[in-house]
């Protein structure tokens, strides 16, 4: 059974920075991409990073390019999302999935607000 657990959000203002981690298990972690997605109050899901299985190949979406870098350490089973440069906009609820696409299962997801 596919399990991820994120965590790492809060509450920060504008301009700031977190790192989100989802430990991933249930699944052979170092074969698959990972991708972190994010979901605002009354908004759609939106992916936000995408990378592949050995950590060369990244995407990002162009409301993120250049403040988020997506990574990962398949020692640890674990994908990370360091978020600089924070906007209002950037508030919502990040999960982490298994795949390129952000496709679920995801995990209970991490909440991240931008206020000042």
């Known amino acids: 059974e596919v399990q991820l657990v994120e965590s790492g959000g809060g509450l920060v203002q504008p301009g700031g920075s977190l790192r989100l981690s989802c430990v991933a298990s249930?699944?052979?972690?170092?074969?698959?991409?990972m991708s972190w997605v994010r979901q605002a109050p009354g908004k759609g899901v939106e992916r936000v990073s995408a990378?592949?299985?050995?950590?060369?190949?990244?995407i990002y979406s162009d409301s993120v390019k250049g403040r988020f870098t997506i990574s990962r350490d398949n020692h640890k089973n674990t994908l990370y999302l360091q978020l600089n440069s924070l906007k209002a906009e950037d508030t919502a609820m990040y999960y982490c999935?298994?795949?390129?696409?952000?496709?679920?299962?995801w995990g209970q997801g991490t909440q991240v607000t931008v206020s000042s």
């Open positions: 249930g699944f052979r972690f170092t074969t698959y991409a």
């Open positions: 999935a298994k795949g390129w696409d952000g496709d679920k299962p």
């Open positions: 990378i592949d299985s050995i950590g060369v190949t990244t």
